[in-house]
C-alpha cells in the first residue's frame, strides 16, 4: 500500500512512468481504458471514412477521404503496439468487431458504450452523404484537437510520445474538413444540408466528452493520465465550434 501510495503521489506531481513493469494494477486498467477506447474509435473512423470515399464529388475530395482512412487506421495500429506491450494479442483485437457496422441513423446512443467496444458512442453513427461526412469531420476532428491535448500529456511516457507524434496528422484531418466545408457553403444548396448535418452531429459529437463531475476522470487525473475535466474539454470544444462555423455564416 505504501509503495503504491508513493507512485500515486509521484503522479500526481507530474511523475511519468516509462515501462510496463513499473506500473501500478489500476493504473494499467485506467491506461488500457484510454487506449482501447483510442483504437476502437480510430478504427471505426477510418472504416466510416473508407465508405465515404465513393461520396466524394471530384479527385481532391476523393484523396482527403483516402488519407484520412488510411492515417487513423495508422494512428490505431501505433497506440495498439503499446498495448501489446501490455500483453495485449494485437492480432486478435484488432478483428474483434465489425469496425464498419452502425446503428440506424434515428438512433440515440448518450454517452454509453456498446458492451465490449470502446469506441466513442459518435462512431456508431452512419454517414449518409459526403456533406455529412465534411460536417462530420469538421466537428468529431475539433473534438479530437481538444482531446488531443489531453492526450499528449498522458502520464505513460511511450504513449504520450505516440500521442505527440500522431497530434498533427490529426489536425490536419479537422482542417481538411474546413476546407471542405468551405467550399460546400458557397451554394445556397449545400448550406441548407450543412446545417441539417450540424444539427445530427453535434449532439451526438458533444456526447463524446462523457458526463460531468465525472468520477473515472478524478481517478485518472489521480494517475496523470487525465488532467482536464470533462466539462471544461466540451466548453473549449464547444467555444471552438461556434468560432469555425460563425466563420462560415453557419
Excluded: C
Amino acid at each position: 500500500m505504501s509503495d503504491t501510495m508513493n507512485i500515486e503521489d509521484y503522479l500526481a506531481q507530474g511523475g511519468v512512468l516509462t515501462a510496463p513493469g513499473n506500473v501500478p494494477a489500476r493504473y494499467r486498467g485506467e491506461l488500457m481504458r484510454l487506449m482501447s477506447s483510442f483504437v476502437d474509435s480510430e478504427l471505426a473512423a477510418s472504416a466510416g471514412f473508407a465508405a465515404s470515399i465513393n461520396f466524394a464529388p471530384g479527385i481532391k475530395e476523393r484523396i482527403a477521404a483516402s488519407r484520412i482512412t488510411l492515417e487513423k487506421a495508422d494512428h490505431a495500429e501505433r497506440v495498439l503496439a503499446v498495448m501489446g506491450d501490455f500483453g495485449t494479442d494485437t492480432r486478435r483485437y484488432q478483428s474483434q468487431h465489425d469496425w464498419a457496422a452502425r446503428v440506424d441513423r434515428d438512433s440515440d446512443l448518450g454517452t454509453t458504450r456498446r458492451e465490449g467496444d470502446m469506441r466513442l458512442s459518435v462512431f456508431h453513427y452512419p454517414i449518409t452523404g459526403w456533406i455529412d461526412a465534411v460536417v462530420m469531420n469538421v466537428l468529431q476532428g475539433l473534438a479530437t484537437g481538444v482531446q488531443m491535448a489531453e492526450l499528449t500529456r498522458v502520464s505513460y511516457a511511450p504513449l504520450a510520445e505516440v500521442f505527440r507524434n500522431i497530434a498533427p496528422r490529426e489536425a490536419r484531418h479537422a482542417e481538411l474538413g474546413r476546407e471542405g466545408l468551405a467550399r460546400i457553403v458557397e451554394t445556397d444548396e449545400g448550406r441548407a444540408e450543412a446545417q441539417q448535418s450540424i444539427a445530427y452531429w453535434r449532439p451526438r459529437v458533444a456526447a463524446g466528452f462523457g458526463v460531468a463531475n465525472s468520477a473515472r476522470h478524478d481517478t485518472q487525473a489521480r494517475f496523470g493520465i487525465r488532467r482536464t475535466p470533462n466539462e471544461t474539454l466540451l466548453a473549449r470544444w464547444e467555444k471552438l465550434t461556434n468560432e469555425h462555423l460563425a466563420a462560415l455564416g453557419l
